[in-house]
C-alpha cells in the first residue's frame, strides 16, 4: 500500500480547500467535488484488489481500532474484571462484563497499545499465560450464569519469554481449547485484527467465528513462515499469500461464518460503520445460538471441530 | 528442522539396509560403539548414556508388550487444502517424508497392551516433517481417542513433535482445537489420557493434546515448551537459561508430572496405567 500516503495526501488537501471554501469566500466547490471523486476512484483502485500482504498491513495498522474501541461502542456498561487470582494481571487481554442491548454478556479482548508506554505495558498485545488464566476464569464464569461470550481477537501472537514457559503458556492454551469446547453458553469470537497462532486460537474456539474483513488468522505470522520454510525473510510477501490467512480466504476455506466488510482503507477510516456492521451482525448470530438449546449448540460445536482439517482418504 | 540444531541431539540410521556397517561413533562422547549393542538398549550409549532419537516404530516396541500392537489407524494421507509450495510443493515434501519413514503420515496408531492393559496408543514420528501436527495427525488422534471410548480402555500418546504443520495453514493450527474438543470426549466418557512427552515436544502439539494428560509423563531429555529458544531470542532477545524448556525445568515449573529415563519408561507406563484399570472397566 504504498499509495496510503498519497491519499491521506490528498485528503488533507481537500480538507484545506474546504477550509479555505468557507473562510476566504472563493468558490472551490466544484474542484473540490472533483478531487473528492478523483480520491474516490484512486482510494477504490488502491483497496478493491487487496493482496494478501497488503490486509497483512492493514490488520496491523497502526491506526487500527482495538479492542477496546469495539467495547465501547458495541457495548453498554463494560466493568472489567482483572486478574487471573494466580500470578497477575494481562494488560494485553481483558475480561469483564458488559450489556449488549442491554444483554449480560462476559466479554473478552485483546488488546493492543498505541503509544510505546502503553504497548509496553501491553507487551504489543502478546498474550501472556495470565491472560490465557484470566480468560479461563471468565468463560468459567460465564457459564456459571448463562452469559453469552463475546471474544475479540487481536494478537501477533502469545507472548514468547522466558516467564512464559515458566508459567506454561502452552498448558494455558490447551486448557482454554478444552473448556471452549464444552461450555454450555453461546460463545462468538470475532477476528478483529491480527489472529495470530495458537495465541489467538485459546480465545476463538467458539460457536462462531467473524472476521473483520481486513483482518487476518494464521497458523504463523508470514515473517515466521518465510524465515522457516523459505529461510528468507524478504518471502513474506509470498509467505502471506501462501498461508491464506485472509478472511475472504478463510470464509471460502469454510473455517470461519461470516466477514465483517469494512469501508475502503480499511476499519479505521469509518469506524463507526465499521463497528455498526459488527454489532449487526453479533446480534443476529447471538440471536441464532440463542435459538438453539445448550445440547445442540455443543453438539454443534462438537461437529465443527471435530471435522476440521483436510486430508484424503485411501481406496479400499 | 532449523529450530532444534542447538541441540547436540540426533539421529542414528540403524536400519541395516541402508547403512550396513557394524560400528558407530557415538557423537557425544566419541566412543565407537558396536550398532547392535545401541539398538538393544533402546538406543541409548552404552558408555556415556546419550540418548538417540527413537523412530515411531522403534519408540512403539519399546513401550509395549511384544507382538501386541495392531494397527488401527484410518487410510488417510495428507492432503494439499492450500496448494502450498515454499521451497518445494507440499505434496512433494510429504512424498519424501513417507519414502524416509516409510510411514504414511507422522503417527501410528494402534492398539496394544503396555503390561498386559489394554490401550489405544498413538506415537508420533519426528522424522516425517519434524512431528508436525497436520490434518492426518489430529484425525488420527481423535480417531484414537474414540476408540478408546468405544473400547473402554485408556488412550495414550507418546509425542515428539515441532509443533503445526505450516504447509496446511489454518488446517493445523484448527488441529489444536480439534484434538482438544475430543480430549474432552474422553474425560467426558471416564477414559484416561496418559501423554508421555520425548524429545521435542513444542508449538502446537505442546499447546493442545500433549498438556492434556490426565498423567503427563516426559523422557529424560526431553525438551517441552512452547516457543523454542530460537523464537524467543529473535522477537524479544531475551537471554535464556541453560535448562531452558528441558525436563528438569518443566517439572520444576510444575507443568509435567514425573521425568523418567529411556530404560525405565515402559515400567513407568505400565504403573501409571495399572492405577486405572478399576476406574476403567
Known amino acids: ?316 | 528442522m532449523a529450530i532444534f540444531k542447538d541441540r547436540h541431539y540426533f539421529r542414528v540410521k540403524l536400519d541395516k539396509d541402508r547403512d550396513d556397517s557394524l560400528w558407530m561413533r557415538c557423537k557425544s562422547c566419541g566412543e565407537l560403539v558396536f550398532k547392535r549393542r545401541v539398538r538393544e538398549n533402546n538406543n541409548i550409549c552404552p558408555y556415556c548414556g546419550e540418548y538417540f532419537f527413537l523412530t515411531a516404530r522403534e519408540r512403539l516396541e519399546s513401550l509395549i508388550d511384544e507382538g501386541s500392537f495392531v494397527d488401527i489407524s484410518r487410510p488417510i494421507v495428507a492432503g494439499d487444502p492450500l496448494e502450498f509450495e515454499d521451497t518445494k510443493p507440499y505434496p512433494q515434501r510429504v512424498e519424501e517424508a513417507q519414502e524416509k519413514t516409510g510411514l504414511p503420515s507422522a503417527i501410528i496408531l494402534g492398539q496394544a497392551t503396555v503390561s498386559s492393559i489394554p490401550v489405544v496408543m498413538g506415537v508420533m514420528e519426528f522424522q516425517f516433517i519434524g512431528g508436525s501436527m497436520g490434518s492426518v495427525m489430529g484425525e488420527q488422534i481423535c480417531h484414537g481417542m474414540e476408540e478408546a471410548i468405544r473400547r473402554r480402555c485408556p488412550f495414550v500418546l507418546v509425542s515428539s513433535s515441532g509443533g503445526a504443520r505450516i504447509q496446511e495453514g489454518i488446517f493445523s493450527l484448527l488441529q489444536m482445537a480439534k484434538t482438544a474438543t475430543v480430549r474432552g470426549q474422553l474425560a467426558a466418557a471416564g477414559l484416561p489420557f496418559i501423554s508421555v512427552v520425548t524429545y521435542p515436544t513444542t508449538g502446537g502439539v505442546q499447546a493442545s493434546i500433549a498438556s492434556l494428560g490426565d498423567v503427563i509423563i516426559a523422557e529424560k531429555g526431553t525438551m517441552i515448551g512452547f516457543a523454542g529458544r530460537r523464537v524467543i531470542q529473535t522477537t524479544i532477545a531475551e537471554e535464556l537459561p541453560k535448562n531452558y524448556q528441558t525436563d528438569e525445568f518443566a517439572l520444576a515449573h510444575g507443568q509435567i508430572d514425573r521425568v523418567i529415563g529411556r530404560e525405565g519408561l515402559r515400567e513407568e507406563l505400565g504403573d501409571a496405567l495399572s492405577f486405572f484399570v478399576e476406574a476403567v472397566r
Do not use: C
Open chain 1, 1 to 316: 500500500m504504498n499509495d496510503e500516503r498519497t491519499l491521506d495526501l490528498l485528503e488533507t488537501k481537500i480538507r484545506e480547500l474546504r477550509e479555505l471554501n468557507k473562510t476566504d469566500g472563493i468558490d472551490l466547490s466544484s474542484e473540490i467535488e472533483r478531487l473528492e471523486k478523483k480520491l474516490e476512484a484512486m482510494r477504490e483502485e488502491a483497496y478493491a484488489n487487496l493482496s494478501d500482504w497488503e490486509r497483512v498491513k492493514l490488520a496491523r495498522h497502526a491506526q487500527r481500532p482495538y479492542a477496546l474501541d469495539y467495547i465501547g461502542t458495541l457495548f453498554t456498561d463494560f466493568f472489567e474484571l482483572h486478574g487471573d487470582r494466580i500470578a497477575g494481571d494481562d494488560r494485553a487481554l481483558l475480561t469483564g462484563l458488559a450489556r449488549l442491548e442491554g444483554r449480560s454478556v462476559a466479554v473478552i479482548g485483546q488488546q493492543k497499545g498505541r503509544s510505546t508506554q502503553e504497548n509496553k505495558e501491553r507487551y504489543f498485545g502478546m498474550t501472556r499465560p495470565q491472560g490465557y488464566r484470566k480468560a479461563r476464569r471468565i468463560l468459567e464464569l460465564a457459564d456459571r450464569f448463562g452469559f453469552p461470550v463475546i471474544s475479540l481477537v487481536d494478537t501477533p501472537g502469545a507472548y514468547p519469554g522466558l516467564e512464559s514457559e515458566e508459567m506454561n503458556i502452552g498448558g494455558a492454551i490447551a486448557e482454554n481449547l478444552l473448556l471452549m469446547a464444552r461450555i454450555r453458553v453461546p460463545t462468538i469470537a470475532v477476528v478483529i485484527g491480527e489472529g495470530g497462532s495458537g495465541g489467538a486460537l485459546a480465545v476463538a474456539l467458539a460457536d462462531r467465528v467473524l472476521m473483520l474483513e481486513n483482518a487476518v488468522y494464521s497458523v504463523i505470522s508470514p515473517e515466521g513462515a518465510a524465515a522457516i520454510l523459505w529461510k528468507e525473510k524478504e518471502r513474506t510477501k509470498e509467505a502471506a499469500a501462501a498461508l491464506r490467512l485472509t478472511a475472504p480466504h478463510l470464509l471460502e476455506l469454510g473455517v470461519i461464518d461470516e466477514v465483517i466488510p469494512e469501508p475502503l482503507g480499511g476499519a479505521h477510516k469509518d469506524f463507526e460503520a465499521t463497528s455498526a456492521a459488527l454489532k449487526a451482525s453479533l446480534l443476529q448470530q447471538l440471536g441464532d445460538l440463542d435459538a438453539l438449546s445448550a445440547e445442540d449448540r455443543i453438539k454443534a460445536r462438537t461437529v465443527r471441530y471435530r471435522g476440521m482439517g483436510r486430508y484424503r482418504t485411501l481406496p479400499g
